[in-house]
């Protein structure tokens, strides 16, 4: 496989850059969904502490990603050439939606801490500067902010997995199968 993509197939790097960050962002909504559950305490601390260490990476890694796609132009695969214009549409806002969550809702996370007062660090690692200053109020416009990002997050992968599977299953093109490691395409 490729290191760099091709018009045929996504390369190397690419796919790996996928692939951790939809492994990242699954354990993004897991320690999401174990901190809400937790009673105050230092367990919760701890689970929120990973989840912005987490949502840190997952930044950086989109950091990385759009550069690299960015810098493969004109090598990267295009979308199947009979794909209708409301079809295309949607493919290129789904994917432009995408990318700006990976952006924002890691943005918006650090903010809605800052704005609590609570430190951002990467693992232990080094902490961030405060990216607002502290106010009740903007924490929780910032939190509910946050949340919407989450779910429209949620819509938008399901809605990019269920065109990938229509692309392989209905439609039978290599578009699923040009992201997926270790696969021969048609």
Known sequence: MALRNTTARW?????????V???LIIAQFLL??????????????AALARHKSV???????AVLRLSWRVSNRGHNPPLPVDLKPWERFLAHLTH???YLLLFALPLTGWAMSSAKNYPVSWFGYFTLPDFVAPSEAAFDALRSTHGFLAGTLVVLATLHVLAALVHHFRRRDNVLRRMLPFVRLR
Do not use: C, E, Q
């Open 11 to 19: 390369g190397s790097v690419a796919m790996t850059l996928h692939w």
């Open 21 to 23: 960050i939809v492994i």
């Open 32 to 45: 999401a969904n174990l901190a809400a559950d937790l009673p105050l305490g230092m367990a919760k601390l």
């Open 55 to 61: 949502g840190l990476t997952i930044f950086a890694l």
């Open 96 to 98: 432009h939606g995408l």
